[in-house]
Protein backbone atom coordinates (compact mmCIF):
# COMPACT_ATOMS: atom_id res chain seq x y z
CA UNK A 1 0.00 0.00 0.00
CA UNK A 2 1.75 3.23 -1.03
CA UNK A 3 -0.70 6.06 0.29
CA UNK A 4 -0.44 9.51 -2.33
CA UNK A 5 0.20 12.77 0.48
CA UNK A 6 -2.39 14.78 1.24
CA UNK A 7 -0.66 17.34 -0.78
CA UNK A 8 -0.58 15.39 -3.56
CA UNK A 9 -3.42 14.38 -4.32
CA UNK A 10 -4.58 15.81 -8.06
CA UNK A 11 -7.98 13.87 -8.91
CA UNK A 12 -11.24 13.61 -6.15
CA UNK A 13 -14.51 11.92 -6.70
CA UNK A 14 -17.87 12.97 -6.09
CA UNK A 15 -20.16 10.57 -5.48
CA UNK A 16 -23.83 11.90 -5.15
CA UNK A 17 -24.07 15.10 -6.81
CA UNK A 18 -27.12 16.91 -4.57
CA UNK A 19 -26.64 19.96 -2.81
CA UNK A 20 -23.71 19.12 -0.73
CA UNK A 21 -22.07 16.81 -3.19
CA UNK A 22 -22.27 19.64 -5.76
CA UNK A 23 -20.86 22.07 -3.72
CA UNK A 24 -18.12 19.73 -3.09
CA UNK A 25 -17.41 19.29 -6.67
CA UNK A 26 -17.60 23.41 -6.62
CA UNK A 27 -14.85 23.32 -4.05
CA UNK A 28 -12.65 20.61 -5.43
CA UNK A 29 -12.45 22.72 -8.85
CA UNK A 30 -12.00 25.72 -7.72
CA UNK A 31 -8.76 24.04 -5.64
CA UNK A 32 -7.33 23.19 -9.02
CA UNK A 33 -8.42 19.69 -8.60
CA UNK A 34 -9.42 17.55 -11.47
CA UNK A 35 -13.49 16.20 -10.32
CA UNK A 36 -15.13 12.90 -11.47
CA UNK A 37 -18.61 13.30 -10.01
CA UNK A 38 -21.29 10.26 -10.52
CA UNK A 39 -25.31 10.26 -9.37
CA UNK A 40 -27.53 8.06 -9.99
CA UNK A 41 -29.82 10.71 -10.88
CA UNK A 42 -30.41 10.81 -14.61
CA UNK A 43 -30.22 14.60 -14.59
CA UNK A 44 -27.28 14.51 -12.15
CA UNK A 45 -24.72 15.92 -14.71
CA UNK A 46 -26.92 19.10 -16.12
CA UNK A 47 -27.61 19.37 -12.17
CA UNK A 48 -24.18 19.38 -10.59
CA UNK A 49 -22.87 21.40 -13.65
CA UNK A 50 -25.66 24.42 -12.08
CA UNK A 51 -24.69 23.99 -8.82
CA UNK A 52 -20.80 24.42 -10.25
CA UNK A 53 -21.73 27.65 -12.82
CA UNK A 54 -23.77 29.10 -9.74
CA UNK A 55 -20.88 28.94 -7.01
CA UNK A 56 -17.77 29.90 -9.63
CA UNK A 57 -18.51 33.73 -9.37
CA UNK A 58 -18.65 33.12 -5.17
CA UNK A 59 -14.97 30.77 -6.43
CA UNK A 60 -13.83 33.62 -8.28
CA UNK A 61 -14.31 36.21 -5.28
CA UNK A 62 -12.36 33.93 -3.30
CA UNK A 63 -9.25 33.32 -5.35
CA UNK A 64 -9.00 30.65 -7.37
CA UNK A 65 -6.32 27.89 -7.30
CA UNK A 66 -4.00 27.78 -10.38
CA UNK A 67 -5.33 26.09 -13.55
CA UNK A 68 -9.10 26.09 -11.68
CA UNK A 69 -11.44 25.36 -14.08
CA UNK A 70 -15.13 24.07 -14.11
CA UNK A 71 -14.17 21.96 -17.17
CA UNK A 72 -11.58 19.74 -15.22
CA UNK A 73 -15.03 18.51 -13.80
CA UNK A 74 -15.98 14.90 -15.86
CA UNK A 75 -19.03 13.28 -15.33
CA UNK A 76 -19.08 9.57 -15.59
CA UNK A 77 -21.73 6.98 -16.31
CA UNK A 78 -21.14 4.52 -13.64
CA UNK A 79 -19.72 4.88 -10.05
CA UNK A 80 -16.53 2.38 -10.99
CA UNK A 81 -15.88 4.88 -13.74
CA UNK A 82 -15.89 8.15 -11.25
CA UNK A 83 -13.07 6.60 -8.27
CA UNK A 84 -11.44 4.14 -10.64
CA UNK A 85 -8.09 6.38 -10.80
CA UNK A 86 -9.08 8.92 -7.80
CA UNK A 87 -6.99 9.49 -5.51
CA UNK A 88 -9.72 10.91 -2.51
CA UNK A 89 -13.57 9.73 -2.99
CA UNK A 90 -16.29 12.25 -1.35
CA UNK A 91 -19.80 10.49 -0.81
CA UNK A 92 -22.55 12.53 -0.47
CA UNK A 93 -25.52 10.45 -0.45
CA UNK A 94 -29.13 10.87 0.95
CA UNK A 95 -29.15 10.24 4.57
CA UNK A 96 -30.10 7.00 4.63
CA UNK A 97 -28.27 4.31 6.61
CA UNK A 98 -28.70 1.37 4.12
CA UNK A 99 -27.82 3.31 0.82
CA UNK A 100 -24.84 4.69 2.82
CA UNK A 101 -23.94 0.88 3.49
CA UNK A 102 -24.35 -0.50 0.54
CA UNK A 103 -22.61 2.63 -1.75
CA UNK A 104 -19.74 2.66 0.72
CA UNK A 105 -19.04 -0.82 0.25
CA UNK A 106 -19.67 -0.67 -3.54
CA UNK A 107 -16.55 2.39 -3.02
CA UNK A 108 -14.62 0.29 -0.94
CA UNK A 109 -14.69 -2.66 -3.77
CA UNK A 110 -14.04 -0.51 -6.54
CA UNK A 111 -11.08 1.62 -4.82
CA UNK A 112 -7.73 0.58 -4.05
CA UNK A 113 -6.96 0.13 -0.61
CA UNK A 114 -5.28 3.10 -0.14
CA UNK A 115 -7.75 5.76 -1.38
CA UNK A 116 -9.66 7.09 1.66
CA UNK A 117 -13.28 7.21 1.30
CA UNK A 118 -14.82 9.89 3.53
CA UNK A 119 -18.62 10.23 3.90
CA UNK A 120 -20.50 13.75 4.15
CA UNK A 121 -23.14 12.60 6.28
CA UNK A 122 -24.77 14.84 8.87
CA UNK A 123 -25.03 12.01 11.65
CA UNK A 124 -24.28 8.57 11.39
CA UNK A 125 -21.27 7.42 12.99
CA UNK A 126 -19.22 5.86 10.42
CA UNK A 127 -18.92 2.39 12.96
CA UNK A 128 -22.90 2.09 11.51
CA UNK A 129 -22.05 2.84 8.19
CA UNK A 130 -18.65 0.95 7.31
CA UNK A 131 -20.32 -2.54 8.31
CA UNK A 132 -20.87 -3.49 4.55
CA UNK A 133 -17.66 -2.75 3.66
CA UNK A 134 -14.60 -5.28 2.74
CA UNK A 135 -11.86 -2.92 3.77
CA UNK A 136 -13.29 -0.63 6.25
CA UNK A 137 -9.75 0.68 7.55
CA UNK A 138 -10.35 3.99 5.12
CA UNK A 139 -13.76 4.98 5.60
CA UNK A 140 -14.27 8.12 7.65
CA UNK A 141 -16.90 10.89 7.78
CA UNK A 142 -15.45 14.38 6.81
CA UNK A 143 -18.67 15.92 7.64
CA UNK A 144 -18.52 19.79 5.62
CA UNK A 145 -21.46 22.35 5.86
CA UNK A 146 -23.63 24.12 3.44
CA UNK A 147 -22.31 25.31 0.73
CA UNK A 148 -18.95 23.04 1.51
CA UNK A 149 -16.70 25.45 -1.30
CA UNK A 150 -17.90 28.55 1.52
CA UNK A 151 -18.21 27.58 4.89
CA UNK A 152 -14.76 26.07 6.25
CA UNK A 153 -15.28 23.58 8.81
CA UNK A 154 -15.31 20.07 8.00
CA UNK A 155 -15.61 17.47 11.06
CA UNK A 156 -13.47 14.34 10.62
CA UNK A 157 -14.11 11.17 12.30
CA UNK A 158 -13.96 7.33 11.81
CA UNK A 159 -15.41 4.22 12.94
CA UNK A 160 -14.61 1.48 15.39
CA UNK A 161 -13.27 -0.39 11.84
CA UNK A 162 -11.21 2.58 10.97
CA UNK A 163 -7.45 2.87 10.78
CA UNK A 164 -5.40 5.84 12.57
CA UNK A 165 -4.02 6.95 9.49
CA UNK A 166 -6.93 7.15 7.36
CA UNK A 167 -8.61 9.94 10.01
CA UNK A 168 -5.06 12.03 10.11
CA UNK A 169 -5.24 11.81 6.38
CA UNK A 170 -8.12 13.22 5.99
CA UNK A 171 -7.52 15.85 8.45
CA UNK A 172 -4.32 16.53 6.38
CA UNK A 173 -6.18 16.76 3.08
CA UNK A 174 -8.89 18.74 3.69
CA UNK A 175 -6.49 21.22 5.42
CA UNK A 176 -4.76 21.33 2.43
CA UNK A 177 -7.65 22.27 0.25
CA UNK A 178 -8.20 25.02 2.75
CA UNK A 179 -10.84 23.74 4.95
CA UNK A 180 -11.38 24.37 9.17
CA UNK A 181 -10.60 20.94 10.31
CA UNK A 182 -11.74 19.89 13.66
CA UNK A 183 -10.63 15.83 14.08
CA UNK A 184 -12.59 13.59 16.86
CA UNK A 185 -11.25 10.97 18.54
CA UNK A 186 -14.54 9.57 19.31
CA UNK A 187 -17.64 9.23 17.63
CA UNK A 188 -21.03 10.80 18.88
CA UNK A 189 -23.93 11.16 16.45
CA UNK A 190 -24.04 14.34 14.95
CA UNK A 191 -20.46 14.96 15.68
CA UNK A 192 -20.43 18.59 16.99
CA UNK A 193 -21.43 21.39 14.87
CA UNK A 194 -24.58 19.45 14.06
CA UNK A 195 -25.66 18.46 17.79
CA UNK A 196 -25.20 22.28 18.32
CA UNK A 197 -27.45 23.24 15.39
CA UNK A 198 -29.77 20.32 15.72
CA UNK A 199 -30.49 21.34 19.90
CA UNK A 200 -31.46 24.64 17.91
CA UNK A 201 -33.54 23.33 15.44
CA UNK A 202 -35.60 20.99 17.40
CA UNK A 203 -36.19 23.83 19.83
CA UNK A 204 -37.32 25.77 16.91
CA UNK A 205 -39.41 23.08 15.35
CA UNK A 206 -40.96 22.58 18.58
CA UNK A 207 -41.57 26.53 19.25
CA UNK A 208 -43.53 26.44 15.47
CA UNK A 209 -45.06 23.16 16.80
CA UNK A 210 -46.32 25.03 20.11
CA UNK A 211 -47.28 28.00 17.99
CA UNK A 212 -44.95 30.06 19.96
CA UNK A 213 -42.91 31.37 17.08
CA UNK A 214 -43.25 31.79 13.84
CA UNK A 215 -40.75 31.00 11.32
CA UNK A 216 -39.66 34.41 10.70
CA UNK A 217 -39.51 35.10 14.50
CA UNK A 218 -37.15 32.68 14.54
CA UNK A 219 -34.60 33.55 11.26
CA UNK A 220 -35.06 36.80 13.22
CA UNK A 221 -34.25 36.05 16.48
CA UNK A 222 -31.25 34.43 15.44
CA UNK A 223 -29.68 36.84 12.48
CA UNK A 224 -30.66 40.30 14.65
CA UNK A 225 -29.33 38.38 18.32
CA UNK A 226 -26.60 35.69 18.65
CA UNK A 227 -26.21 34.70 15.28
CA UNK A 228 -24.12 38.41 14.43
CA UNK A 229 -21.68 37.58 17.53
CA UNK A 230 -21.31 33.74 16.63
CA UNK A 231 -19.87 34.55 12.79
CA UNK A 232 -16.80 35.12 14.66
CA UNK A 233 -16.88 33.94 18.31
CA UNK A 234 -18.34 31.06 19.55
CA UNK A 235 -21.17 30.25 22.15
CA UNK A 236 -18.51 29.58 24.99
CA UNK A 237 -16.57 32.80 24.88
CA UNK A 238 -19.59 35.29 23.76
CA UNK A 239 -20.98 33.69 27.39
CA UNK A 240 -17.74 34.28 29.08
CA UNK A 241 -18.11 37.80 28.31
CA UNK A 242 -21.30 37.87 29.31
CA UNK A 243 -20.09 37.24 32.92
CA UNK A 244 -18.32 40.63 32.24
CA UNK A 245 -14.69 40.72 34.29
CA UNK A 246 -15.53 37.94 36.33
CA UNK A 247 -15.67 35.89 32.97
CA UNK A 248 -17.43 32.08 32.67
CA UNK A 249 -16.56 31.87 36.37
CA UNK A 250 -19.26 34.54 37.24
CA UNK A 251 -21.78 33.81 34.17
CA UNK A 252 -22.06 29.80 35.32
CA UNK A 253 -22.66 31.12 39.05
CA UNK A 254 -25.29 33.21 37.72
CA UNK A 255 -27.13 31.59 35.50
CA UNK A 256 -26.08 27.81 36.75
CA UNK A 257 -29.47 27.79 38.48
CA UNK A 258 -31.07 28.95 34.88
CA UNK A 259 -29.93 25.59 33.76
CA UNK A 260 -32.87 23.96 36.18
CA UNK A 261 -35.27 26.46 34.30
CA UNK A 262 -37.54 24.89 31.50
CA UNK A 263 -35.80 27.18 28.97
CA UNK A 264 -35.85 24.34 26.41
CA UNK A 265 -37.01 21.38 25.99
CA UNK A 266 -33.60 19.54 26.27
CA UNK A 267 -32.61 18.45 29.69
CA UNK A 268 -29.15 19.92 30.99
CA UNK A 269 -26.61 18.54 32.71
CA UNK A 270 -25.80 19.28 36.33
CA UNK A 271 -22.89 21.68 36.80
CA UNK A 272 -21.13 19.94 39.19
CA UNK A 273 -17.41 21.07 39.48
CA UNK A 274 -15.67 18.80 36.64
CA UNK A 275 -18.12 20.78 34.36
CA UNK A 276 -17.52 23.75 35.77
CA UNK A 277 -13.41 23.90 36.09
CA UNK A 278 -13.63 22.19 32.16
CA UNK A 279 -15.63 25.71 30.85
CA UNK A 280 -13.68 28.58 32.92
CA UNK A 281 -10.52 26.37 31.74
CA UNK A 282 -11.49 26.04 28.23
CA UNK A 283 -12.96 29.73 28.09
CA UNK A 284 -9.34 30.99 29.69
CA UNK A 285 -7.54 29.02 27.01
CA UNK A 286 -9.66 30.54 24.53
CA UNK A 287 -8.78 34.06 25.56
CA UNK A 288 -5.06 33.51 26.09
CA UNK A 289 -3.39 36.81 27.39
CA UNK A 290 -6.56 38.52 25.86
CA UNK A 291 -8.35 40.10 29.02
CA UNK A 292 -11.87 41.22 29.20
CA UNK A 293 -11.08 44.58 28.12
CA UNK A 294 -9.98 43.69 25.07
CA UNK A 295 -12.20 40.40 23.87
CA UNK A 296 -14.76 43.05 24.57
CA UNK A 297 -12.94 45.22 22.08
CA UNK A 298 -12.58 42.67 19.57
CA UNK A 299 -16.40 41.52 19.87
CA UNK A 300 -17.66 44.57 19.36
CA UNK A 301 -15.30 45.70 16.27
CA UNK A 302 -16.86 42.04 15.04
CA UNK A 303 -20.49 42.80 15.37
CA UNK A 304 -19.53 46.03 13.79
CA UNK A 305 -17.92 44.57 10.96
CA UNK A 306 -20.44 41.73 10.23
CA UNK A 307 -23.56 44.53 10.45
CA UNK A 308 -21.91 46.53 7.74
CA UNK A 309 -20.54 43.73 5.94
CA UNK A 310 -24.10 42.41 5.86
CA UNK A 311 -25.60 45.56 4.53
CA UNK A 312 -26.93 46.49 8.15
CA UNK A 313 -24.51 49.75 8.70
CA UNK A 314 -23.52 52.14 6.61
CA UNK A 315 -20.14 52.33 5.29
CA UNK A 316 -17.77 54.50 7.71
CA UNK A 317 -17.61 58.24 6.83
CA UNK A 318 -14.27 58.75 4.73
CA UNK A 319 -11.80 60.80 6.40
CA UNK B 1 -52.80 58.80 32.96
CA UNK B 2 -51.20 60.73 30.42
CA UNK B 3 -48.23 58.42 28.54
CA UNK B 4 -45.58 59.97 26.79
CA UNK B 5 -45.23 58.86 23.10
CA UNK B 6 -42.20 56.42 22.45
CA UNK B 7 -40.61 58.77 20.23
CA UNK B 8 -40.51 61.50 22.94
CA UNK B 9 -39.08 59.78 25.77
CA UNK B 10 -35.69 62.14 26.57
CA UNK B 11 -35.08 60.54 30.13
CA UNK B 12 -34.24 56.82 30.69
CA UNK B 13 -33.32 54.67 33.89
CA UNK B 14 -31.51 52.07 34.15
CA UNK B 15 -31.54 50.30 37.42
CA UNK B 16 -28.96 47.50 37.85
CA UNK B 17 -25.94 48.10 35.94
CA UNK B 18 -23.41 45.04 35.76
CA UNK B 19 -22.38 43.85 31.86
CA UNK B 20 -26.13 44.23 30.32
CA UNK B 21 -27.53 47.32 32.64
CA UNK B 22 -24.10 49.12 31.88
CA UNK B 23 -24.48 47.96 28.09
CA UNK B 24 -28.36 49.51 28.19
CA UNK B 25 -26.82 52.63 29.93
CA UNK B 26 -24.54 53.11 27.01
CA UNK B 27 -26.78 52.32 24.53
CA UNK B 28 -29.62 55.37 25.62
CA UNK B 29 -26.53 57.76 25.94
CA UNK B 30 -25.67 56.64 22.23
CA UNK B 31 -29.19 57.84 20.98
CA UNK B 32 -28.70 60.80 22.96
CA UNK B 33 -30.76 60.37 25.70
CA UNK B 34 -30.51 61.37 29.17
CA UNK B 35 -29.70 58.43 31.51
CA UNK B 36 -30.10 57.88 35.61
CA UNK B 37 -28.57 54.99 36.95
CA UNK B 38 -28.00 53.21 40.64
CA UNK B 39 -27.18 49.54 41.39
CA UNK B 40 -27.04 49.17 44.92
CA UNK B 41 -23.21 47.78 44.15
CA UNK B 42 -20.75 50.09 46.21
CA UNK B 43 -18.57 50.42 42.68
CA UNK B 44 -21.55 50.98 40.78
CA UNK B 45 -20.29 54.44 39.03
CA UNK B 46 -17.13 54.10 38.68
CA UNK B 47 -18.29 50.25 36.58
CA UNK B 48 -21.06 51.34 34.45
CA UNK B 49 -18.60 54.43 33.41
CA UNK B 50 -15.94 52.23 32.68
CA UNK B 51 -18.27 50.02 30.75
CA UNK B 52 -20.11 53.16 28.50
CA UNK B 53 -16.15 54.60 28.21
CA UNK B 54 -15.36 50.94 26.77
CA UNK B 55 -18.44 51.01 24.55
CA UNK B 56 -17.97 54.42 23.37
CA UNK B 57 -15.62 53.97 20.55
CA UNK B 58 -18.10 51.41 19.21
CA UNK B 59 -20.94 53.40 19.24
CA UNK B 60 -18.97 56.67 17.84
CA UNK B 61 -18.19 54.15 14.65
CA UNK B 62 -21.94 53.45 14.81
CA UNK B 63 -22.98 57.21 14.90
CA UNK B 64 -24.02 58.68 17.89
CA UNK B 65 -27.02 60.74 17.79
CA UNK B 66 -27.01 64.60 18.04
CA UNK B 67 -26.30 65.64 21.27
CA UNK B 68 -24.97 62.44 22.87
CA UNK B 69 -22.53 62.35 25.33
CA UNK B 70 -21.33 60.22 28.19
CA UNK B 71 -21.96 63.16 30.61
CA UNK B 72 -25.77 62.80 30.49
CA UNK B 73 -25.06 59.77 32.98
CA UNK B 74 -26.31 60.62 36.07
CA UNK B 75 -25.38 57.85 38.92
CA UNK B 76 -27.93 58.13 41.78
CA UNK B 77 -27.61 57.25 45.62
CA UNK B 78 -31.10 55.83 45.56
CA UNK B 79 -33.49 53.72 43.46
CA UNK B 80 -35.69 55.91 43.73
CA UNK B 81 -33.40 59.23 42.93
CA UNK B 82 -33.05 56.90 39.53
CA UNK B 83 -36.55 56.67 38.46
CA UNK B 84 -38.42 59.77 40.21
CA UNK B 85 -38.31 61.82 36.76
CA UNK B 86 -37.74 58.73 33.95
CA UNK B 87 -40.14 58.37 31.22
CA UNK B 88 -39.32 54.58 31.11
CA UNK B 89 -36.94 52.19 33.27
CA UNK B 90 -34.97 48.85 31.99
CA UNK B 91 -34.15 46.91 35.41
CA UNK B 92 -31.32 44.82 34.97
CA UNK B 93 -30.71 43.39 38.28
CA UNK B 94 -28.78 39.61 38.19
CA UNK B 95 -31.30 36.40 37.60
CA UNK B 96 -33.07 35.61 40.51
CA UNK B 97 -36.67 35.49 40.90
CA UNK B 98 -37.08 36.30 44.43
CA UNK B 99 -35.06 39.73 43.73
CA UNK B 100 -36.89 40.48 40.68
CA UNK B 101 -40.17 40.15 42.33
CA UNK B 102 -39.17 42.93 45.53
CA UNK B 103 -37.43 45.27 42.52
CA UNK B 104 -40.13 44.66 40.25
CA UNK B 105 -42.33 45.79 43.07
CA UNK B 106 -40.31 48.70 44.53
CA UNK B 107 -39.95 50.71 40.81
CA UNK B 108 -43.62 50.17 40.82
CA UNK B 109 -43.99 52.22 43.54
CA UNK B 110 -41.31 54.79 42.53
CA UNK B 111 -42.66 55.48 39.59
CA UNK B 112 -46.20 57.26 38.00
CA UNK B 113 -48.58 54.12 36.66
CA UNK B 114 -47.81 55.50 33.50
CA UNK B 115 -44.03 54.72 33.16
CA UNK B 116 -43.26 51.80 31.31
CA UNK B 117 -40.97 49.25 33.59
CA UNK B 118 -38.92 46.47 31.22
CA UNK B 119 -37.06 43.59 32.75
CA UNK B 120 -34.12 42.57 31.04
CA UNK B 121 -34.32 39.23 32.14
CA UNK B 122 -33.18 36.59 30.19
CA UNK B 123 -35.92 33.94 31.13
CA UNK B 124 -38.52 34.51 33.59
CA UNK B 125 -41.83 35.38 32.25
CA UNK B 126 -43.51 38.90 33.60
CA UNK B 127 -46.30 36.81 34.99
CA UNK B 128 -43.81 35.01 37.46
CA UNK B 129 -42.19 38.32 38.47
CA UNK B 130 -44.81 41.07 38.11
CA UNK B 131 -46.54 38.96 41.50
CA UNK B 132 -45.21 41.89 44.40
CA UNK B 133 -46.06 45.05 42.11
CA UNK B 134 -49.56 46.97 42.57
CA UNK B 135 -49.29 48.20 39.32
CA UNK B 136 -48.72 45.55 37.18
CA UNK B 137 -50.17 46.10 33.96
CA UNK B 138 -46.99 48.77 32.58
CA UNK B 139 -44.71 45.73 33.62
CA UNK B 140 -43.22 44.30 31.01
CA UNK B 141 -40.53 42.07 29.61
CA UNK B 142 -37.56 44.08 26.98
CA UNK B 143 -35.01 41.18 26.90
CA UNK B 144 -31.57 42.23 24.70
CA UNK B 145 -28.58 40.63 24.07
CA UNK B 146 -24.61 41.30 25.64
CA UNK B 147 -23.96 43.84 24.46
CA UNK B 148 -27.23 45.77 24.46
CA UNK B 149 -25.91 48.77 22.43
CA UNK B 150 -24.68 46.59 19.33
CA UNK B 151 -26.74 43.36 18.96
CA UNK B 152 -30.06 44.67 17.38
CA UNK B 153 -32.66 42.37 19.00
CA UNK B 154 -34.96 42.99 21.91
CA UNK B 155 -37.71 40.53 22.82
CA UNK B 156 -40.57 42.11 24.24
CA UNK B 157 -43.48 40.09 25.93
CA UNK B 158 -46.19 40.97 28.90
CA UNK B 159 -46.97 39.17 31.71
CA UNK B 160 -50.86 37.91 32.44
CA UNK B 161 -51.68 41.08 34.48
CA UNK B 162 -49.58 43.35 31.98
CA UNK B 163 -51.68 45.43 29.57
CA UNK B 164 -51.64 45.42 25.78
CA UNK B 165 -50.55 49.44 25.67
CA UNK B 166 -47.54 48.62 27.98
CA UNK B 167 -46.20 45.85 25.37
CA UNK B 168 -47.16 47.75 22.54
CA UNK B 169 -45.78 50.70 23.71
CA UNK B 170 -42.33 48.84 24.62
CA UNK B 171 -41.94 47.67 21.45
CA UNK B 172 -42.39 51.00 19.86
CA UNK B 173 -40.05 52.94 22.13
CA UNK B 174 -37.28 50.41 21.52
CA UNK B 175 -37.75 50.65 17.37
CA UNK B 176 -37.59 54.53 18.17
CA UNK B 177 -34.13 53.56 19.83
CA UNK B 178 -32.93 51.53 17.13
CA UNK B 179 -33.63 48.17 17.81
CA UNK B 180 -34.89 45.28 16.17
CA UNK B 181 -38.08 44.02 18.09
CA UNK B 182 -40.01 41.05 18.53
CA UNK B 183 -43.31 41.22 19.92
CA UNK B 184 -44.73 38.21 21.43
CA UNK B 185 -48.01 37.61 22.24
CA UNK B 186 -47.62 34.77 24.70
CA UNK B 187 -45.03 33.91 27.29
CA UNK B 188 -42.86 31.14 26.90
CA UNK B 189 -39.65 31.04 29.50
CA UNK B 190 -36.98 32.13 27.51
CA UNK B 191 -38.83 33.46 24.74
CA UNK B 192 -37.34 32.80 21.42
CA UNK B 193 -33.66 33.68 21.04
CA UNK B 194 -32.87 32.45 24.15
CA UNK B 195 -34.65 29.27 24.08
CA UNK B 196 -32.85 28.27 20.56
CA UNK B 197 -29.73 29.92 22.39
CA UNK B 198 -30.25 27.61 25.41
CA UNK B 199 -30.55 24.53 23.49
CA UNK B 200 -27.54 24.40 21.93
CA UNK B 201 -26.26 25.40 25.11
CA UNK B 202 -27.08 22.58 26.82
CA UNK B 203 -25.83 20.56 24.43
CA UNK B 204 -22.67 22.17 24.09
CA UNK B 205 -22.41 21.37 28.01
CA UNK B 206 -23.32 18.03 28.09
CA UNK B 207 -20.82 17.45 25.09
CA UNK B 208 -18.32 18.69 27.45
CA UNK B 209 -19.44 16.93 30.92
CA UNK B 210 -18.93 14.14 28.48
CA UNK B 211 -15.46 14.42 27.05
CA UNK B 212 -17.21 14.48 23.66
CA UNK B 213 -15.77 17.96 22.78
CA UNK B 214 -13.80 20.26 24.32
CA UNK B 215 -14.82 24.42 24.81
CA UNK B 216 -12.30 25.06 21.90
CA UNK B 217 -13.96 22.32 19.39
CA UNK B 218 -17.46 23.78 20.38
CA UNK B 219 -16.65 27.35 19.68
CA UNK B 220 -14.91 26.52 16.52
CA UNK B 221 -17.52 24.77 15.02
CA UNK B 222 -19.61 27.59 15.16
CA UNK B 223 -17.21 29.84 13.98
CA UNK B 224 -16.04 28.00 11.14
CA UNK B 225 -19.69 26.23 10.59
CA UNK B 226 -23.24 27.60 10.67
CA UNK B 227 -22.12 30.91 12.79
CA UNK B 228 -21.05 31.75 9.50
CA UNK B 229 -24.36 31.90 8.01
CA UNK B 230 -26.62 32.82 11.42
CA UNK B 231 -25.05 35.97 11.28
CA UNK B 232 -27.38 37.33 8.35
CA UNK B 233 -29.82 34.06 7.31
CA UNK B 234 -31.30 32.47 9.88
CA UNK B 235 -31.36 28.52 10.75
CA UNK B 236 -34.69 27.53 8.85
CA UNK B 237 -34.01 29.50 5.49
CA UNK B 238 -30.51 28.30 5.91
CA UNK B 239 -32.35 24.87 5.79
CA UNK B 240 -34.35 25.43 3.23
CA UNK B 241 -31.52 26.05 0.85
CA UNK B 242 -30.08 23.19 2.08
CA UNK B 243 -32.98 21.14 -0.10
CA UNK B 244 -31.81 22.49 -2.98
CA UNK B 245 -34.50 23.70 -5.19
CA UNK B 246 -37.29 21.67 -3.21
CA UNK B 247 -36.67 24.31 -0.66
CA UNK B 248 -37.58 23.25 2.86
CA UNK B 249 -40.16 20.13 2.01
CA UNK B 250 -37.42 18.88 0.49
CA UNK B 251 -35.12 19.00 2.98
CA UNK B 252 -38.01 18.19 6.09
CA UNK B 253 -38.71 14.78 3.54
CA UNK B 254 -35.01 14.51 3.34
CA UNK B 255 -34.02 14.55 7.09
CA UNK B 256 -36.98 14.75 8.76
CA UNK B 257 -36.10 10.51 9.71
CA UNK B 258 -33.35 12.02 11.58
CA UNK B 259 -35.74 13.98 14.18
CA UNK B 260 -35.83 10.33 15.76
CA UNK B 261 -31.98 10.08 15.95
CA UNK B 262 -30.00 10.97 19.10
CA UNK B 263 -28.08 13.48 17.51
CA UNK B 264 -29.03 16.03 20.73
CA UNK B 265 -30.30 15.35 24.27
CA UNK B 266 -33.05 17.32 23.07
CA UNK B 267 -36.08 15.26 21.94
CA UNK B 268 -37.80 16.15 18.58
CA UNK B 269 -41.13 17.08 17.83
CA UNK B 270 -43.13 15.20 15.54
CA UNK B 271 -43.20 16.24 11.82
CA UNK B 272 -46.51 15.90 11.73
CA UNK B 273 -48.46 17.40 8.55
CA UNK B 274 -49.20 20.82 10.26
CA UNK B 275 -45.48 21.32 11.63
CA UNK B 276 -44.18 20.32 8.06
CA UNK B 277 -46.81 22.88 6.03
CA UNK B 278 -45.53 25.82 8.95
CA UNK B 279 -41.96 24.97 8.13
CA UNK B 280 -42.32 24.85 4.69
CA UNK B 281 -44.90 28.33 4.34
CA UNK B 282 -42.91 30.32 6.22
CA UNK B 283 -39.80 29.76 4.74
CA UNK B 284 -41.75 30.40 1.35
CA UNK B 285 -42.72 34.27 3.19
CA UNK B 286 -39.10 34.91 4.50
CA UNK B 287 -37.76 33.89 0.48
CA UNK B 288 -41.01 35.92 -1.05
CA UNK B 289 -40.18 36.32 -4.52
CA UNK B 290 -36.62 35.97 -4.41
CA UNK B 291 -35.89 32.06 -6.49
CA UNK B 292 -33.58 29.52 -4.67
CA UNK B 293 -30.61 30.68 -7.35
CA UNK B 294 -31.25 34.40 -5.92
CA UNK B 295 -31.18 33.18 -1.92
CA UNK B 296 -28.05 31.01 -2.66
CA UNK B 297 -26.17 34.01 -4.27
CA UNK B 298 -27.27 36.37 -1.87
CA UNK B 299 -26.07 33.38 1.02
CA UNK B 300 -22.74 33.19 -0.73
CA UNK B 301 -22.44 36.48 -0.81
CA UNK B 302 -23.19 37.38 2.80
CA UNK B 303 -21.08 34.24 3.76
CA UNK B 304 -17.83 36.02 2.05
CA UNK B 305 -18.61 39.37 3.21
CA UNK B 306 -18.48 38.29 7.04
CA UNK B 307 -15.77 35.82 5.98
CA UNK B 308 -13.94 39.09 4.78
CA UNK B 309 -15.09 41.39 7.42
CA UNK B 310 -14.11 38.84 10.32
CA UNK B 311 -10.57 38.81 8.87
CA UNK B 312 -10.50 35.79 7.34
CA UNK B 313 -10.27 36.43 3.76
CA UNK B 314 -7.79 38.99 2.04
CA UNK B 315 -8.98 42.15 0.93
CA UNK B 316 -10.44 42.00 -2.52
CA UNK B 317 -8.07 43.43 -5.31
CA UNK B 318 -8.35 46.62 -6.68
CA UNK B 319 -9.52 47.09 -10.19
Redesign the interface.
Known amino acids: MSVTAPENVRRVACVGT???GGGWTAHFLARGYDVTAWDPASDAGERVRRIVA??W??LE???LADGASPDRLTITATLADAVADAQFVQESA???LTLKRELLADLDAATADDVVIASST??YPMTDMQTHAARPQRLVVGHP???PY????V?VVGGELTDRWAVEWASAFYMAVGK?V?T?D?E???F????????????????????????????????????????????????A????EGGMAHMLD??G???T????????????D??RA??I???A??AGDRHY?QL??E????????????G???Q?RKA
Open positions: GVISAPAQLGPEESGFNPLIPLESIMRVPGIANRLQEALWREALHMVAEGEATVADIDASITEGPGLRWAFMGPCLTFLAGGQFPSLLPLTRLEAPELDALAMDGCDAAVARDQGVIDVLRATRLPP
